[in-house]
């Protein structure tokens, strides 16, 4: 069965700093990977994905995540971050031999970016 | 335009009480998902349906049963409210073509309350 940890409830960082939230998978296939973002009061925004290709995927806002097969992480960074980040963060993996395209969610990383 | 709308946003009502939860997408996708984030922000897939076929049924009370008019509309009716059943509901919309790689996208969530 697939799943996905995110090992920090929160992440803390100052404006301008680059910031990194953390993701690992575990698939029984090829994974496809995927983040998303939920501000406050709102539904969940897509910000990027991986498929197959190359390992640096760049996404939505300046976010960009790594995929690494041998750490099987997914982590996702920014070089520099905004007060306008801070929101919660999911992570979200569909194994590829997932034939109804189920799609499990991390348990979420809150990111607060101080000004 | 909204990609994928949902109604209400919010509702409140009494224990014991039925109640439905619309869902419409404009996407043109075929499979649409009904997901239940609980007070931790957990997000669990509850159901989903492609082409008006229910194709994914996670472990869900026979309380809650969604329904598929067409492709376009996915509604979720909860009979006999619990306390328990107090969660944000999100509908997600996807095209199951290309082998599962496409991205789901997310309504703006129903807060349910149940007194």
């Known amino acids: 069965a697939q799943s996905v940890a995110q090992p920090e409830d929160q992440v803390n960082v100052a404006e301008g700093n680059p910031l990194t939230v953390k993701c690992t998978y575990s698939v029984s296939g090829n994974p496809y990977l995927f983040w998303y973002v939920q501000y406050p009061n709102r539904g969940l925004q897509f910000l990027l994905k991986y498929i197959t290709g190359d390992n640096l995927v760049k996404g939505s806002y300046g976010f960009e995540a790594e995929f690494n097969k041998s750490q099987t992480s997914f982590h996702l960074k920014k070089p520099s971050a905004l007060v306008s980040d801070s929101a919660l963060y999911f992570c979200?993996?569909?194994?590829?031999?997932?034939?109804?395209?189920?799609?499990?969610f991390g348990t979420g990383t809150r990111l607060l970016v101080s000004p | 335009d909204t990609a994928v709308s949902q109604t209400p946003k919010y509702l409140v009502t009494q224990m014991g009480n039925d109640k439905s939860i619309k869902c419409e997408q404009n996407l043109g996708h075929d499979t649409m998902y009904w997901y239940k984030q609980d007070s931790k922000k957990f997000l669990k897939i509850m159901f989903s349906?492609?082409?008006?076929?229910?194709?994914i049924n996670e472990t869900v009370p026979n309380r809650f049963s969604p329904k598929s008019p067409d492709k376009a509309h996915l509604n979720l009716h909860i009979n006999s409210l619990e306390l328990g059943d107090s969660a944000v509901y999100f509908c997600a919309s996807c095209s199951r073509g290309r082998a599962g790689r496409d991205t789901q996208y997310f309504g703006p969530g129903t807060r349910l309350t149940v007194l």
């Open positions: 979200a993996v569909r194994d590829e031999n997932t034939g109804f395209q189920k799609l499990v």
């Open positions: 349906y492609n082409n008006k076929e229910l194709i």
